[in-house]
């Protein structure tokens, strides 16, 4: 996989290079606002963006902003009541919390006597499961 992304990357950086010793004199008298520049500059940013989100999107799918402090305080479950209100499972130590979040603050609204496993507090996803079976009988 690192050679892939050192293969790729040593392309995309040659690739100006191979183009300008080729054009030569003609790169002189063409023009810096080009349709060619101009869709090079736009593919350039594209894949910028695409790979910013792509970074974005593995962060958050490993969970690396959801624990701190060593792994004794991590966030369990959550779930959106509105645009800006959710209600978050904390666990903080060996105790778990029921949090109420808002934009403006943050309430302690229960402490569980007995705490729940992470097992027990995720909720099996109905639509992946479906869309699992929906692909297994199309490839039957």
């Known amino acids: 996989m690192k050679n892939a992304w050192c293969l790729l990357t040593s392309i995309f950086v040659s690739a100006p290079v191979?183009?300008?010793?080729?054009s030569g004199a003609h790169a002189l008298n063409q023009s810096p606002l080009s349709a060619v520049n101009l869709?090079?500059?736009?593919l350039g940013l594209a894949l910028v963006l695409a790979c910013i989100v792509a970074v974005a999107w593995l962060l958050k799918r490993t969970n690396r902003f959801h624990t701190a402090?060593?792994?004794?305080?991590?966030v369990i479950a959550g779930i959106a009541l509105?645009?800006?209100e959710r209600l978050v499972l904390v666990q903080v130590?060996?105790?778990?919390l029921l949090l109420g979040v808002t934009a403006q603050?943050?309430?302690t609204l229960?402490?569980?006597?007995?705490?729940?496993?992470?097992?027990?507090?995720?909720?099996?996803?109905e639509f992946a499961n479906k869309l699992r079976q929906f692909m297994q009988r199309g490839d039957a």
């Not at 869709?39 to 736009?42: D, E, G, R, V």
């Not at 402090?69 to 991590?74: E, S, T, V, Y």
């Open 105 to 107: 603050q943050i309430n």
């Open 93 to 96: 130590g060996e105790e778990q």
């Open 18 to 22: 191979f183009a300008a010793a080729e």
């Open 82 to 84: 509105g645009t800006r």
């Open 110 to 125: 229960h402490k569980l006597e007995t705490p729940l496993s992470e097992a027990e507090s995720s909720t099996p996803n």
């Open 69 to 74: 402090a060593n792994g004794k305080l991590k």
């Open 39 to 42: 869709l090079q500059t736009i």
